[in-house]
């Protein structure tokens, strides 16, 4: 006895486009959505971490598209965010310096100017350490906005 099976694959060439054409209208605004999420989650971070003595550094700390903050969000494949602060002072609060030889400064609190000594302040840090935690989140935020778009996209259980 044979048995005989006919499948009919002319119309999935016509899925497979609906399907393509679905995912270009879809993908890339969740993307965004993700990366700018991201982008968002990295500048509270950042500002968390930020030294506060008046909280301009911690203020001027945002997010935005590479260049910031022109509208372009994707270069070729990638999507791009950045933050970043415009404080002049703010690398010095990053990375550290080393104030190599005495000299003398106006301190406010005993009302003249004195001989302050050399020292190295070594940095906070907290740039990167905003960083190092966004890396460990972005894949599940990224996941959270791709899942939300393939289920607009009507392919969702």
Known sequence: MTIRVSFDFSDVEKLENDFYALADMYYPAAMMAGVLEAGLFFEREAKLGAPHDTGR????????????WDEEFRKGQAYIVEVGTNVEYAPYMEFGFTM???????IKAVGGFRYV?????????????AADKTEGIIEMILERHIGEAIAAGGFGS
Request: proline share 6%; no cysteine.
């Open 117 to 129: 000594h050399p020292f190295t302040f070594e940095g906070l840090h907290f740039m990167q350490k």
């Open 57 to 68: 550094l911690r203020a001027s700390i945002g997010h935005g598209p590479e260049g910031v």
């Open 100 to 106: 190599s030889s005495g000299h003398v400064a106006y």
